[in-house]
């Protein structure tokens, strides 16, 4: 199954609230990044245990460990969990500056390193998120 069949299931498989707010993050991270590279991950590790919700992945950059491996992996990740959407902002090494950047104006959000976490669209302000979003793109982008 290729990637945008299963972000489609993913997606429509969603209850409806969720489904059209997550429908409407795909659709503006699509574009905000017109050419970039999806991913899906399901939420397995290699023996088929489930060890975190699926998401959605957008672009691309080198994650660099601290042992000195590196990985490829996605700029902006987008996944629904329990209580509602969790938006990953990956690679920023500042693990406050997020929440001091853009909590505050953000709505009712948890702000982590890198993890925006919402109920429901209307809860927050949804140019804050994307102004975040395209933050995080250009901090990770080469």
């Known amino acids: 199954m290729n990637v945008h069949t299963q972000i489609s299931d993913y997606l429509a498989a969603q209850p409806e609230r969720k489904r059209g707010d997550m429908q409407t993050l795909h659709a503006m991270m699509l574009r905000l990044m017109p ?3 999806l991913w899906f991950l399901d ?3 290699e023996s088929g245990r489930t060890v975190s919700n699926p ?3 957008y672009g691309r950059f080198t ?3 601290a042992d000195g491996r590196t990985r490829e992996f996605y700029q902006i990740g987008l ?3 329990t209580t509602g959407i969790s938006v990953y902002i990956m690679g920023l090494d500042d693990r406050t500056y ?5 909590g505050g104006a953000l709505g009712k959000a948890t702000v982590t390193g890198y993890c925006i976490k919402f109920g429901t669209l209307r809860n927050i ?3 804050v998120l994307e102004a975040a979003i395209r933050d995080g793109i250009a ?3 080469t």
Do not use: Q, V, W
């Open 43 to 45: 939420g397995k590790d």
């Open 35 to 37: 050419d970039c590279r």
């Open 98 to 102: 997020l929440a001091e950047t853009y």
């Open 55 to 57: 998401n959605i992945g």
């Open 63 to 65: 994650m660099a460990y």
């Open 125 to 127: 302000d949804l140019s």
């Open 139 to 141: 901090r990770t982008s």
């Open 79 to 81: 996944s629904a969990n």
